[in-house]
T-cell receptor
Framework: GNSVTQMEGPVTLSEEAFLTINCTYT??????LFWYVQYPGEGLQLLLK?????DKGSNKGFEATYRKETTSFHLEKGSVQVSDSAVYFC????????????FGQGTRLTINP | DVKVTQSSRYLVKRTGEKVFLECVQD?????MFWYRQDPGLGLRLIYF???????EKGDIPEGYSVSREKKERFSLILESASTNQTSMYLC????????????FGPGTRLTVT
C-alpha cells in the first residue's frame, strides 16, 4: 500500500538557518504530493503541493520538488523565522479512487530567535 | 473564506460513554474525512464519506461509527468510549473533482478517563 516516511524530529534551528525536512514515499503510479503545516492550537493547512514528476511546489518561502527517481518530496526553506515554528506533515494522495491522504508521522520544528 | 468547524475544542468523557463529534463545512464539498492524530503516528484515517448517507472505512475504524445525513455535516460516534481513544480528532473536507487540498477543522482534543 501507499506510505510516507518523514525525517524524525523534533528539529530545532536558529532564526535565518537553512531548513530541510526529508520526505520519501512508496506508491504505485504517480501520486500527488503535499506538505501541510499545523501551527500551535490549529488544524492543518496546505503549505504546498505538486501533482507530477519534476513539479516544484512553493509558498511562503518554502519549496519542495517532486522527484520520481528518488521517490522524494523534501521540504526546504532558505532562511527560517520564529513564526515557522510548527508541525510539518508530508502526505500523498494515491491515483486510484478514494482521494484519501496518507500522512507521514510529522516533524515538529522549533525556531529560536 | 472556506471553513470547517468542529463542535468542541476540548472534551472530557468517561469510559463507556457514547460520544458524538460533529463537523460542519460550508464549501459544499462532497468528500468529508475523520482522522485521529497521535504523536509519532501522524494522522490516521478513521472513516470518510463521498456523499450523503455514504461512508467507507478508513485505516482504523474499530470502535467508531459515522453519520452523514446532510452534505455539510459529518459526525463521528464513539459507541462506548475507551481510554485508548484519547486523542486529537480532526475533520476535513475536499471537493470531489480534480487535485484539491483537504480543508481541516481546528480539531477536538478528546480525553477519556
Amino acid at each position: 500500500g501507499n506510505s510516507v516516511t518523514q525525517m524524525e524530529g523534533p528539529v530545532t534551528l536558529s532564526e535565518e538557518a537553512f531548513l530541510t525536512i526529508n520526505c520519501t514515499y512508496t506508491a504505485t503510479g504517480y501520486p500527488s504530493l503535499f506538505w501541510y503545516v499545523q501551527y500551535p492550537g490549529e488544524g492543518l493547512q496546505l503549505l504546498l503541493k505538486a501533482t507530477k514528476a519534476d513539479d516544484k511546489g512553493s509558498n511562503k518561502g518554502f519549496e519542495a520538488t517532486y522527484r520520481k527517481e528518488t521517490t522524494s518530496f523534501h521540504l526546504e526553506k532558505g532562511s527560517v523565522q520564529v513564526s515557522d515554528s510548527a508541525v510539518y506533515f508530508c502526505a500523498l494522495e494515491g491515483v486510484q479512487g478514494a482521494q484519501k491522504l496518507v500522512f507521514g508521522q510529522g516533524t515538529r520544528l522549533t525556531i529560536n530567535p | 473564506d472556506v471553513k470547517v468547524t468542529q463542535s468542541s475544542r476540548y472534551l472530557v468523557k468517561r469510559t463507556g460513554e457514547k460520544v458524538f463529534l460533529e463537523c460542519v463545512q460550508d464549501m459544499d464539498h462532497e468528500n468529508m474525512f475523520w482522522y485521529r492524530q497521535d504523536p509519532g503516528l501522524g494522522l490516521r484515517l478513521i472513516y470518510f464519506s463521498y456523499d450523503v448517507k455514504m461512508k467507507e472505512k478508513g485505516d482504523i475504524p474499530e470502535g467508531y461509527s459515522v453519520s452523514r445525513e446532510k452534505k455539510e455535516r459529518f459526525s463521528l460516534i464513539l459507541e462506548s468510549a475507551s481510554t485508548n481513544q484519547t486523542s486529537m480528532y480532526l475533520c476535513a473536507s475536499r471537493a470531489l473533482a480534480g487535485v484539491h487540498e483537504q480543508y481541516f477543522g481546528p480539531g477536538t482534543r478528546l480525553t477519556v478517563t
